[in-house]
């Protein structure tokens, strides 16, 4: 029997689970037997373990039953709020990445599947309309799961007014991002099909000035017009987040903003006001697209961060939670 535990014993030694074999040992497992019994008894290192206590009889510095459960109970409960709020935030970073992929491929599909030129007015409206009513559908589908931003802008304006985590910021972005290039490739994929498309001479829907503004529109006003449609846009979002009481019509609301925010922009740069929707497109033209992406980061993140303080400003009041452009509300903060 002495042999049998004594073999077990270096099994678990060799492991590097408990440590020697001692006849008084000082550490103790949950159950070890008491100094009253003079049976060899295994130590346990307690570096491996947050199980282990200090036996009290031996030197009084040791913490009672009732407490150690106390604390592996709360240790247990703490990774298990972890883990549900990785879970949450996991199908946060989903909604938003297949909302976004909807956006793109509906708004950008509705001008490079049509050989319709995009100057034309029918061409414009088709396309503002697609991106508007793109935005309201996921909205609907989205909104209450991960608060319906498709678009980084958005995150950092509401981030900057206080009404979302920023802790959230970098994967609510890089979901988006990821949307967004899943879209344009399947859009790319598409148009290849058609007789005489090239992707590397095709505008692709991609976001320009100058040359490759749609009207021939030069930097300054590239940069202008973005950076105010942006600060309309997110503006609009931030006041239709705390109106409750607009909840169901909020995402015909912001749809019908970004309608007109596309109206007023397809001639001057194509319509962009979203970053996500402006990199997936660069990426797939190239050249001048990546050239001229700087400035479809910087204007509509420029113009969100302004809306965010000047909402702040005026409204005075502070919301760290997910919130949707549903209904004000987040799925798990």
């Not at 009404?163 to 609510?172: M, T």
């Amino acid at each position: 029997m002495r042999l049998r535990r004594r073999n077990g014993h270096n099994f678990l030694f060799s492991m590097g689970l408990v440590g020697p074999i001692s006849d008084y040992s000082d550490w103790r497992g949950v159950g070890a037997l008491n100094n009253s019994d003079r049976r060899p008894s295994l130590r346990f290192a307690p570096q491996l373990s947050p199980w282990l206590v200090r036996d009290p009889i031996t030197d009084g510095s040791g913490e009672s039953g009732a407490d150690l459960f106390a604390r592996s109970f709360g240790v247990c409960a703490s990774y298990l709020m972890d883990g549900i709020k990785m879970v949450a935030l996991g199908k946060r970073l989903w909604s938003e990445g297949v909302g976004t992929a909807w956006l793109v491929f509906v708004g950008c599909g509705s001008t490079v599947l049509d050989t319709t030129g995009v100057l034309q007015a029918s061409g414009a409206l088709q396309m503002s309309l697609a991106f508007g009513l793109a935005l309201a559908t996921g909205s609907y589908a989205f909104g209450k799961i991960s608060g319906a931003h498709f678009n980084p802008a958005v995150t950092v304006g509401l981030t900057v007014a206080q009404r979302f985590p920023v802790r959230d910021v970098l994967p609510y972005i890089a979901a988006q991002i990821a949307g967004a290039i899943v879209a344009a490739a399947l859009l790319a994929y598409l148009a290849s099909g058609r007789p005489g498309f090239e992707l590397t001479a095709s505008e692709f829907a991609a976001n320009g000035f100058g040359a490759h503004s749609p009207a021939d529109y030069p930097l300054h006003s590239a940069l202008i017009v973005e950076f105010v449609l942006s600060v309309v846009f997110v503006g609009a979002c931030l006041l239709v987040v705390v109106r409750k009481e607009m909840a169901t019509v909020a995402p015909f609301i912001t749809g019908a903003c970004l309608m007109l925010v596309y109206l007023v922009s397809i001639p001057v740069t194509n319509g962009a006001v979203n970053p996500a929707r402006s990199t997936a497109q660069a990426l797939f033209v190239g050249n001048w697209a990546l050239d001229q992406l700087w400035l479809f980061w910087a204007a509509p993140l420029a113009g969100a961060i302004a809306a965010g303080v000047l909402f702040s400003f005026l409204r005075g009041r502070a919301d760290s939670s997910p919130v949707s452009l549903v209904d004000g509300q987040g799925d798990v903060s």
